[in-house]
């Protein structure tokens, strides 16, 4: 594993540059990753480029023998730039235009900004494509943060107009697609069609359906014009840093182009954020949830299934979060040695120094403001101790080369597997039908029972499935058994693919909402549409229960809670009854229901039930589909060869003790 952090020489004099890095060397630290944010420095007046300062950092990295990984400037355009085309600008939902100041000014379909950002990137490629400390590229910066995946300006509009007329034909084919007799949608023509979201109540989610894929071509289709642009000077790898668990663009689509994937980890500013309730947010209040942070890690890892990188690894408390606590003791290399463990092959940390000024003072650095060592500086020296990277008192070989650390790094290999998918994520975003309702709570509820049972879990993209290998397909034959959480649209080629894993003796379960829906958002008479066959059941009801509201239902014998959603279930002749429901709502409806294909089966199970109720209901599925599962402490997490034990207090696994706040190697004991 490679150790990396993120430095802006843009913010430090000169002469702390050789002293940075030689310290950074020190910590074990071989890459680091700079410029995202520099554009007004690289050119402070339009086609006056100033290279002179980065040709600087760029040598005393190289001679520190640093790889740089240098970022694309385009999250932050320059004011002359959009005071001489201020068409960059995005524009909100509420039509009003989002003004320059902070950063992610612009809209990703501006043909204006295309042609800046085919400039500059250019320049920098051809600067720096050759230049022995380049080891990486980074195209720009979190794409999408700050909502700006999607814009209501009028390039937006018109684009919209074509992209839904390429993939619709006629009209007569989007309002079939859309049901739009209701409340009297009908469109003659495909410029009729305006950008959702700016309606006096909630817009047809159809159409909202399609915005959002339409918003995510932007983003795919502007990162590869920067990759273009960086390919004509250069052939050094292109990552692009991800937000964690960031559901506003396809990440399936976007990995496509990349040579590697990564993504941004900030454990504790994420459980803030996250739909958690106070007392999980308490209780991981310094840790950060384990398998909230985990699931990221085998998400980004499965986008290509192959190692990722952390290209920011939180150090200490961020300023973003709506309260911003201090990491425990020795969470910042649990958080390390947990990207390790599950196919990191780069982690780097977000940021060296606390930056005196600006929106981001109160970001805590592995330095504090005044240079000196802040306590990330202690972990980070454990950290690199820990996985063994070089630590050098000065100037050192070349770090090594990015492609050696990628084949270096160790995939876990699972015999599990969640499925994963951006469209249901947005089908779920536009109608949860019940607060609390969410895709990633839904996927998290599965991958942390799961995690607790001790198994590795690989997430796979639904939308790979059945595709050949040239064009990333992925097989579900490799695995025992494969979970399918709030897939919600399903179409019959997808239904074909699962049957003939499940006839090859595969195990396949479905959680709640699965094939709710068609692939353009209208529900499926009855649901789960293609999958009743499979599933040998139907569904008849469901119920979105309120915040804070359980139930239970009864399987084998044993009563089981559950909150949230409901489908309710009737089986076919050829299905079987695994769990049945007490409410007497639900007149005895069915709460899961199987059929057996061979030695496969398929079953859809309607509840929404805790991970810790979902253990025990899991166990008896794995271990017949060959799995061995074993129940973990809540706190302690096995990540590759490593116990991570994120809790306070010391516990013990196979007769191994793993302190409170430390990690033990697997087989020590
Ligand atoms: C990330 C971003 C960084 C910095 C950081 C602060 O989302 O990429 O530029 O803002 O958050 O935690
Ligand atoms: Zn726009």
């Not at 950092?57 to 320059?78: N, R």
């Not at 995510?216 to 250069?234: E, F, K, M, N, T």
């Not at 000024?357 to 950290?383: C, I, K, M, S």
């Not at 199970?605 to 979902?614: K, S, T, V």
Request: with cysteine; glycine share 10%.
């Amino acid at each position: 594993m490679t150790l990396g952090v993120c430095y802006y020489p843009d913010h430090w004099p000169r002469d702390r540059w050789r002293e940075d890095a030689a310290a950074m060397r020190e910590r074990g630290i071989e890459r680091v990753r700079i410029g995202e944010f520099a554009w007004s420095l690289l050119e402070p007046d339009p086609g006056r480029y100033d290279f002179a300062w980065l040709d600087e950092a760029m040598d005393v990295f190289a001679e520190a023998g640093l790889g740089v990984v240098l970022g694309t400037p385009t999250p932050t355009p320059p004011k002359w730039l959009i005071d001489a085309h201020p068409d960059v600008l995005p524009v909100g939902p509420d039509g009003r235009v989002r003004g320059f100041g902070s950063r992610r000014h612009y809209c990703f379909r501006s043909r204006t900004y295309a042609r800046e950002t085919e400039r500059i990137v250019g320049a920098l490629a051809e600067r720096y494509g050759h230049h022995p400390a380049l080891a990486a590229w980074q195209t720009d910066n979190e794409y999408g943060c700050h909502d700006t995946t999607r814009c209501w300006c009028d390039t937006c509009r018109a684009d919209f107009r074509t992209w839904l007329e390429a993939r619709y034909g006629t009209p007569e084919a989007l309002n079939e697609a859309w049901w739009t007799t209701f409340w009297s949608q009908t469109y003659r023509s495909f410029d009729e069609v305006e950008l959702p979201g700016q309606a006096v109540t909630e817009s047809n989610p159809s159409h909202e359906l399609d915005f959002r894929r339409f918003a995510s071509d932007g983003v795919v289709a502007y990162d590869a014009l920067q990759r273009a642009a960086i390919r004509r000077h250069s052939d050094a790898p292109i990552v692009h840093n991800s937000m964690m668990l960031f559901p506003d663009y396809d990440h399936v689509d976007l990995a496509d182009g990349l040579d590697v994937v990564a993504f941004d980890n900030y454990p504790l500013g994420q459980l803030e954020e996250s739909p958690f309730d106070d007392a999980t947010k308490a209780r991981y209040l310094r840790t950060g949830h384990p398998d909230l942070v985990a699931l990221s890690h085998d998400l980004y890892r499965g986008l290509k299934d192959a190692p990722h990188w952390v290209m920011e690894q939180q150090p200490g408390q961020v300023n973003w979060a709506p309260s911003n606590p201090l990491p425990a003791d020795g969470a910042v290399r649990l958080w390390t040695l947990q990207g390790l463990g599950h196919g990191a092959e780069m982690v780097s940390w977000f940021r060296w120094r606390a930056a005196v000024g600006a929106q981001e003072t109160n970001h805590a650095g592995l330095l504090r403001h005044d240079a000196t060592p802040d306590q990330a500086f202690e972990e980070a020296g454990r950290v690199a101790d820990d996985v063994g990277a070089p630590r050098a008192g000065a100037a050192s070989a070349a770090a090594r080369d990015v492609a050696a650390g990628l084949a270096d790094a160790a995939t876990p290999r699972a015999s599990v597997a969640i499925l994963f998918d951006y469209d249901d994520v947005w089908a779920s975003e536009i109608q949860p039908h019940t607060a609390g309702f969410g895709y990633w709570g839904q996927v998290l509820t599965y991958y942390a029972a799961l995690r607790g049972l001790d198994l590795d879990v690989d997430l796979v993209p639904k939308k790979k499935l059945g595709l050949p290998a040239a064009d990333g397909g992925r097989d579900l034959a490799p695995y025992a058994a494969v979970i399918a959480p709030a897939m919600q649209l399903v179409s019959d080629d997808l239904a074909a693919t699962f049957e003939a894993y499940v006839r090859a003796g595969g195990r396949l379960l479905f959680g709640p909402r699965s094939g709710a829906r068609t692939p353009s958002g209208l529900a499926q008479a009855p649901a789960p549409g293609p999958l009743r066959p499979l599933i040998g059941g139907r569904v008849t009801r469901i119920d979105g229960l309120r915040r804070g509201v359980t139930r239970t239902l009864e399987a084998d014998g044993a009563t089981y809670t559950y909150g949230t959603w409901a489908d309710l279930l009737e089986a076919d002749a050829e299905g079987e009854v695994r769990a049945t429901y007490h409410d007497p709502a639900y007149r005895g409806a069915a709460a899961w229901v199987a059929r057996r294909h061979g030695d496969g089966e398929a079953s859809l199970l309607g509840a929404w039930l805790e991970p810790a109720a979902l253990r025990p209901l899991l166990r008896p599925w794995l271990e017949a589909a060959g799995v061995t599962p074993r129940e973990l402490p809540d706190d302690v997490r096995r990540a590759g060869r490593w116990w991570l034990n994120f809790g306070d207090t010391d516990r013990t696994v196979d007769g191994v003790t793993i302190p409170a706040l430390d990690a033990v190697e697997v087989d020590a004991g």
